[in-house]
Each structure stands twice: as structure tokens, then as C-alpha cells.
């Protein structure tokens, strides 16, 4: 046990992690220079194309330490993106160290700070690492002092590397060997190991990712899930290299994978505390906060025939994605569907395209809300996040929405832009500080709804992909919220319906129909298409009607006849208009979760 080390890695996002994982891979010889690619352990092809990181991955690491011993280096390779910090936190939860990377050129952002406290909360034993040394803009001396000022770790230990060139790799796990502590358990103790995280393979069931604390366990054995009490026999268990490998057992301190042919893909959850039938452990493991959802939309398939399978694949789904919740929905336009809650925008285009690849089903999404608490006449209170369960505005007396606690980094010449984004996203509180010369802390009080929709491109744009944003929510305050609804030839289409400020309304009505006009084809008569808050129009746009010319026949003669022609066209038209309905292609709908950049 005291030549194995559990350790993850974890940094803001573009910090180099996926990369630096890849060199240790080289270094430990777990691939030939023939078959390694960029990215190993990104294994999804949205990760390879977006380059970064969405799932946390194991490998387990054969080192030789300078020392002439063999150590096991089980990494667990950890997302960025604040969309995906439950990830890191499960991923820590099954460590005794971290290593934190931080860029040479850019220091200390805003995700280095939450998942440096994510680190201590787990009580983890921390290696500051200062990568990308080999960039000409590297500032490795001014990094260090951000580490003591800015983190307050202890710059004795700091590493130094490049993982692009491998430069300083070796070190660092040598380091790793020598600075971080070995697991603690006891082999011979009844089997106590955490589910950290899971995934379904369509041959072999379930295949579990856990870490063992005490006791072991081999093939044969017969396991319990302490959550709901589902017994199953243990198939094969074994260690993530490259690909899986099979091993006769797996002991206290060791992260590896079972296979136990657990088809019904809810026994498996992951925080779950694993132990065998005959001899159980007195009590389970901590396992996990549940994650609470903060940004909610409804995803309807295409064809209505892909119900069932899309309800399939979200079971699949949630199996390798916890902070994904859902439950059944239904709408007039879009008919049988589900309501989705997502940890924010990136998590649900995530989502999103990854049951349209790995699943293969066409999907529709409604504009995202996040989830608003409406207090009643009579004393009593209503969460909602879908506007289809929008009270009866009557019986509203006062509405809270959620605010959360920005932290944007940036360096100091982008303060301007940055403070008119927030302004106009009604923010307050606005407060700074200077943690380093030129770069610029700045804190600010904003709506939730405010932020998901397209602030994190916006900041992105104006800081020339220099800011870094990380935020958490704070509290409910009162609100003036109205349901906006879309009108498409005076009928109302329930999938475009937001819930949206009095004061923004207008604003998106106005996109809305902008959208809709650019995608509705045209038909045979005029369709209006408008936004409304009640019975009043906010916000009004047209598609003329495609028009036959009747009168192309009509050579010469008396203007009458053509008057007659064209008459006869209107009445028409107008006769059509009553009884024609609008085919709104799937297009549109995705168009108007557009932004306007």
C-alpha cells in the first residue's frame, strides 16, 4: 500500500491538464510513440473536437521512482469548465492529493481559486504545479509570488514543467511519489469501496469506477449496493489503463473498475457505497452532495416515435452524468418530451449533442429558464422553472429569482467593457481588487437568468479570451417577472413561451420574432408573428405572403380585368388565412436560443 498514490489534477480551464496527462502516460511507457494521440484520455469525440475536458478519466501510472521502487499512480483526470465542478469534487473524493496547474503566462484565475477550496474541503495534500514554462510569455518567477499571495500555499514544493515538451515532467512525479501520502485502509477489513463513477457498455452491463478503502474483492464474490440493497455476482474487476485490465483482485487504497452485470442501470449510483453479502461493513461512506440543477429546459424528440428510446437514453445517460435530472413533460406543439435540469448552458449543449451522436436521436430544446419562487395571495409558494406552470398573474403577490456571485479575472485595460456588460445585466454590488499588477478581481451581484443565456461568449468577446469567470449562487431576491408568449398567426406556441424581466421583455420578445421571421418559410397568405405579456403586444414582425402573379396571362385589355384578377387573389387569400396553418420548421426553434452575436 505505501507504493500506491491516488492523485488527481486540477486547474481553470486551458491550463494544460489533458496534456500533462498525456506526457505521464508517455513517461510511465503505457503507450508507444506509434499509437499515442493528443488528448488519450478524452474519449468522447465532442471532447477531442471542443478540446476540453468533460468527463473525469483514470489511468493507473507503472512508475520507477528514482529510489528503484514501483509505484501504482492512479490519476484522475479532472474537467475545467465551471459547468462540470461536481465532476472534480467526485473525482477528489476518491484522492489523497491534487496537483494544481496553473499557467505560466496567465497565473492564478478564477476556477484555479474554487477548485483549489474544492481540494481542501477533501483535506487533500496539494502540489502547486506552473506549467507552460516554454511559452515566450511565461512569467514563472511572477506566478510564484500569485501562489503565496493569492493561494497561501507554501512555494517550497512548487514544480516546474512544460507539457508540451515533457520538460520538468519527470520531477514532478517524483514529487508526487515523494510529497503526497499513500492511501490508508485495511485489506483485511470487510469490502468498503465508493462508486465515484459509472458508465453503461452495451455487452458487459455497468462498469463501475470505485475506490477501494477497506477489504477486497475479486471475481466471484457477491456484492450489495448498500443505497437500495441489489445484489449481483462480481464478474471481473481490474485496473484503467490504456483499456481496461483485468486483475485477480482489488485491495484496500486501489481505484479500479467491476463488472458485475448490472443491466438495471439505476441500482448504480454513483456516491453509493459498495460491500460484499456475507460480510458487510457496519456503515456506508459519506458519498456525495446531491447536485442541485440551475438551469432547466425541455428536450423533445423530433419524430414522437423516439420516445421511448430518448427515455432510454437518458437513464443510460444519467448513469456517467449525476447532475443531469429529468422527469416527463408535454407540449401542444412538440408533444411528449422530457424537463431537464442542466448545471448551466455548456452542461446542456453537452447533453444535447451527445444523445444526438452516442444515442442517435434528433432533438428539439425550449429557450432555458432557471427556477423562480412565485409567493401567492393566500400564503402559499411556488417553484417553477417552466413557464407552461406560470401562476395565474392575478393571484402573484410578489416573485424571487436567483442571484448569484460573480468572479471575473481579467487583466486591468479591459475594466471598461467588463463594468458596461454587468451594468446592463443588472448587476449590483459591484466590487474590486487587484491581486496582482495589471490584472483586475472583479465582484458582482447578478441574476442567474441574466448570466445563461449568452454572458460567458459576451465577457469571452469583449476581454479578447482573457477574463475567466467563476460564480456561486447566493440567494432569492424580488423580482418583477412576466410570461412572455410568441404568437405565430394568432395561435400560441407553448415551446417558445419564456419566463423573462419586465423591463428585458420587450428586448426578447423583439429577437424572438426577428428569429422567427428569418426561419418560418413563407406561405400562401401574410402571417403575423408577435410577442405578448397578457392580452398586450409588446413586440410585432410580418412574413408577406408569397405571391402568384395571376395577372401574367392578362395581355392588354381593360385594367378591370386584372382588378378582378387580382380580387378574386385576396378574397383568396384571406378565406386561407382562416383555416391555413403555419409549419414552423424545427430550425426555428433552436434559432431563437440564439444569441444575437
Known amino acids: 500500500m505505501n507504493n500506491i498514490r491516488n492523485f488527481s489534477i486540477i486547474a481553470h480551464i486551458d491550463h494544460g491538464k489533458s496534456t500533462l496527462a498525456d506526457r505521464m502516460i508517455q513517461l510511465c511507457g503505457m503507450v508507444s510513440d506509434r499509437e499515442f494521440k493528443d488528448q488519450l484520455l478524452d474519449s468522447m469525440d465532442i471532447e477531442r473536437e471542443r478540446g476540453i475536458t468533460i468527463k473525469s478519466q483514470t489511468i493507473s501510472l507503472p512508475f520507477k521512482a528514482k529510489d528503484g521502487q514501483t509505484y501504482e499512480l492512479n490519476l484522475i483526470d479532472t474537467p475545467g469548465h465551471v459547468d462540470f465542478s461536481y465532476e472534480v469534487s467526485r473525482a477528489l473524493a476518491a484522492c489523497e492529493g491534487a496537483l494544481l496547474l496553473i499557467d505560466a503566462a496567465q497565473g492564478v484565475e478564477a476556477q484555479t481559486l474554487a477548485n483549489l477550496y474544492l481540494a481542501l474541503e477533501n483535506d487533500l495534500e496539494i502540489i502547486p504545479v506552473i506549467n507552460k514554462i516554454d511559452l515566450p510569455a511565461a512569467d514563472p518567477e511572477g506566478t510564484i509570488i500569485q501562489i503565496e499571495d493569492d493561494l497561501g500555499l507554501d512555494c517550497d514544493d512548487v514544480q516546474q514543467c512544460s507539457a508540451k515538451t515533457g520538460q520538468g515532467v519527470t520531477d514532478m512525479l517524483e514529487a ?108 456506508a461512506l459519506p458519498g456525495f452532495k446531491e447536485v442541485l440543477p440551475v438551469v432547466f429546459s425541455s428536450i423533445y424528440p423530433i419524430s414522437t416515435d423516439d420516445y421511448e428510446e430518448l427515455a432510454t437514453a437518458l437513464d443510460k445517460l444519467k448513469l456517467n452524468d449525476a447532475a443531469l435530472t429529468y422527469q416527463k413533460d408535454t407540449s401542444a406543439a412538440l408533444g411528449f418530451g422530457f424537463r431537464c435540469g442542466f448545471l448551466g448552458l455548456l452542461h446542456l449543449e453537452v447533453v444535447q449533442e451527445r444523445l444526438e451522436r452516442e444515442f442517435d436521436i434528433p432533438l428539439i430544446l425550449t429557450i432555458p429558464t432557471v427556477s423562480y419562487h412565485f409567493f401567492l395571495q393566500d400564503g402559499s409558494q411556488e417553484t417553477v422553472d417552466n413557464p407552461a406552470h406560470f401562476p395565474d398573474p392575478s393571484l402573484i403577490e410578489r416573485t424571487e ?102 423591463l428585458k421583455s420587450r428586448e426578447r420578445g423583439l429577437h424572438a420574432c426577428e428569429k422567427l421571421k428569418e426561419e418560418i418559410p413563407k406561405h400562401m397568405f401574410k402571417i403575423a408573428i408577435q410577442a405578448s405579456i397578457g392580452g398586450s403586444i409588446v413586440a410585432r414582425t410580418n412574413i408577406s405572403a408569397l405571391r402568384k402573379d395571376v395577372t401574367a396571362k392578362c395581355y392588354g385589355g381593360d385594367i378591370s380585368r386584372k382588378r378582378k384578377l387580382l380580387e378574386k387573389q385576396k378574397a383568396g387569400k384571406k378565406r386561407m388565412k382562416t383555416v391555413g396553418n403555419v409549419d414552423i420548421p424545427q430550425k426555428a426553434f433552436l434559432a431563437v436560443l440564439k444569441s444575437e452575436q
Do not use: W
Not at 477486497?216 to 448498500?226: C, L, N, P, S, V
Not at 495589471?438 to 469571452?460: H, N, Q, T, W
Open 401 to 502: 429569482e436567483p442571484y448569484i456571485k460573480a468572479s471575473i479575472l481579467m487583466p486591468e485595460r479591459y475594466m471598461g467593457p467588463v463594468m458596461n456588460l454587468c451594468m446592463e445585466r443588472r448587476g449590483e454590488n459591484t466590487s474590486y481588487n487587484y491581486p496582482t499588477p495589471g490584472r483586475i478581481e472583479l465582484s458582482c451581484e447578478l441574476p442567474l437568468a441574466e448570466v445563461i443565456y449568452d454572458f460567458y461568449d459576451m465577457l469571452k468577446s469583449i476581454t479578447q479570451g482573457y477574463g475567466s469567470f467563476d460564480y456561486e449562487i447566493i440567494d432569492y431576491r424580488p423580482s418583477d417577472l412576466v410570461k412572455l408568449d410568441i404568437l405565430v398567426n394568432s395561435e400560441r406556441v407553448d415551446a417558445l413561451s419564456q419566463l423573462a424581466h419586465r
Open 176 to 283: 508526487v511519489v515523494k510529497l503526497l501520502p499513500p492511501p490508508e485502509g485495511d485489506a483485511n477489513q470487510p469490502l468498503k469501496a465508493l462508486i465515484f463513477d459509472a458508465n453503461y457498455d452495451p455487452y458487459r452491463g455497468t462498469i463501475i469506477s470505485c475506490r477501494i478503502f477497506e477489504g477486497r474483492i475479486k471475481a466471484g464474490d457477491t456484492i450489495i449496493f448498500m443505497s437500495n440493497n441489489a445484489s449481483y455476482r462480481v464478474e471481473e474487476v481490474g485496473l484503467f489503463h490504456l483499456k481496461r485490465s483485468p486483475q485477480k483482485e482489488l485491495r484496500a487504497g486501489q481505484v479500479g473498475y467491476i463488472l458485475a452485470g448490472v443491466k438495471t442501470v439505476n441500482d448504480t449510483k454513483p456516491g453509493d457505497t459498495i460491500t460484499l453479502k456475507d460480510a458487510p461493513c457496519a456503515e
